[in-house]
């Protein structure tokens, strides 16, 4: 189509309009849609020039994608749905026809000043989907024939109607594009994540161990290791171990973002360990770095442990994890390992300067690693399951397989919330010493 400063005949306008909708009905490209709208407007409405703003209902915005007279940008310009002549459009949802509009005190005029271009009659038309609701909002500039009339605002008002459930279907074609990618990314995320938790936990004869994380979204902010070293570093599989080591970790949030921070940990964990480092160490260089890296806001609890296969100790570091108990069977009580320091990633002077705490660990005794997804799932009437049933659990299953236990702490978590998942990531790693 071209403008044409002749009026349009009705077969023309007929023809123009036919066409219009054959196009839109073929395209669910937004962006063909809106050029196909602007172009309708301005050449049937024998203007200079149109725009097309969808509404962003979440932002309560309307945005300019394209418009006549707009180049060299492929950015979208983005404005209050309250404010000029389009505002005030998308507010009332009703047709704006003003004639000069200089003497309109809702005009912008700076527009106008920083452009060049001369605004002389304006044309506002709402685009509402077939219930009514607000898709965007259609204005023509500058009819050349001086001021637009009632023809005009009618036939304005038609192309309206078909270019909002053009625009409605667009919309939603690329939403679900979009969702579909955005699975697709946090799939290949997911993935990534559970590919670097360990594939095999170590086996010994005098104890059982289990371990498991359950993300509350697609990934998580939990991370979890366990593995076997010999001689001050990581062993292969045959390989006779001498200690195991055993990592938790939970960052700020649940998602993309806290999975990669804690992933990052658990990285620079094994690393640690590989380099010979004792776990005290580990940590305070852990903190240094995530201190740097982590943005304002954010930290990481962690939890590290090792323990010795010859003499049952286990050496301890904990960064803000907790609670994280020991159940003594010849007791029947449970003993909370506390916290040696802040979370990673909040102080740096004077972190963790002490040595490891060490306890020994009996036979029959339990270490539960767990995080706060379990302790603090909620019910429907935000009460939280809580360190009390979680330990009570503990004591009437303190004879069964880990896996078991892990199991029943899943099956409790979900049952107290009555739902299908707990609103934080659920990560457990238990312990059991046989003999």
Not at 277 to 298: F, H, K, T, W, Y
Not at 343 to 349: D, H, V
Request: aromatic share 6%.
């Amino acid at each position: 189509m071209s403008g044409s400063s002749s009026s349009t005949s009705p077969e023309d306008a007929l023809r123009q309009l036919l066409g219009l909708s054959k196009t839109l009905g073929e395209t669910s490209d937004l962006a063909s849609v809106l050029g196909a709208v602007i172009n309708a407007l301005r050449d049937l409405l024998h203007a200079d020039r149109a725009t097309v703003f969808t509404f962003d209902s979440r932002t309560e915005e309307l945005v300019i994608h394209v418009a006549h007279g707009v180049g060299g940008s492929d950015a979208e310009v983005r404005i209050p749905a309250s404010a000029g002549i389009a505002g005030a459009c998308a507010t009332s949802k009703q047709v704006i026809n003003i004639p000069d509009a200089y003497s309109d005190q809702r005009f912008n005029r700076e527009v106008d000043r920083r452009t060049g271009y001369r605004t002389k009659s304006i044309l506002a038309v709402p685009l509402l989907d077939d219930e009514g609701h607000l898709v965007g909002v259609a204005q023509v500039l500058n009819c050349k024939h001086g001021a637009f009339d009632q023809a005009d605002e009618m036939l304005a008002q038609g192309i309206a109607s078909q270019a909002a459930i053009a625009l409605r279907r667009a919309q939603l074609i690329e939403d679900n594009i979009d969702r579909a990618r955005l699975m697709k990314e946090m799939a290949v995320a997911k993935e990534i994540q559970e590919g670097a938790f360990p594939k095999r936990i170590p086996e010994h004869p005098a104890f059982d161990v289990f371990a498991r994380s359950t993300p509350a979204e697609d990934c998580g902010g939990d991370s979890f290791d366990v593995f076997a070293t010999r001689a001050k570093t990581i062993c292969a599989t045959n390989e006779a171990a001498d200690h195991i080591v055993m990592f938790l970790a939970d960052a700020t949030g649940h998602g993309v973002g806290p999975a990669i921070s804690s992933m990052q940990a658990r990285g620079m964990m094994r690393m640690g360990v590989r380099l010979g480092q004792p776990i005290d160490q580990i940590a305070r260089d852990m903190n240094v770095q995530l201190s740097e890296d982590l943005p304002p806001g954010r930290f990481i609890t962690a939890f590290m442990a090792v323990l010795d296969l010859r003499t049952w100790e286990l050496q301890v570091n904990s960064a803000g994890q907790g609670p994280i108990y020991i159940y003594r069977r010849a007791t029947d009580t449970f003993e909370e390992i506390e916290s040696d320091t802040p979370p990673f990633g909040i102080l740096i002077p004077g972190f963790g300067e002490g040595p490891c705490r060490r306890f020994s660990v009996e036979v029959g005794d339990i270490l539960v690693l767990i995080t706060d997804g379990y302790f603090e799932a909620q019910s429907p009437l935000n009460e939280c399951w809580g360190e009390g049933a979680v330990c009570a659990l503990i004591r009437r299953l303190r004879d069964e397989p880990c896996e078991s236990i892990c199991d029943a702490l899943d099956e409790g978590a979900l049952s107290f919330a009555q739902a299908a998942h707990t609103d934080d990531d659920r990560t457990a790693i238990i312990l059991r010493r046989r003999f």
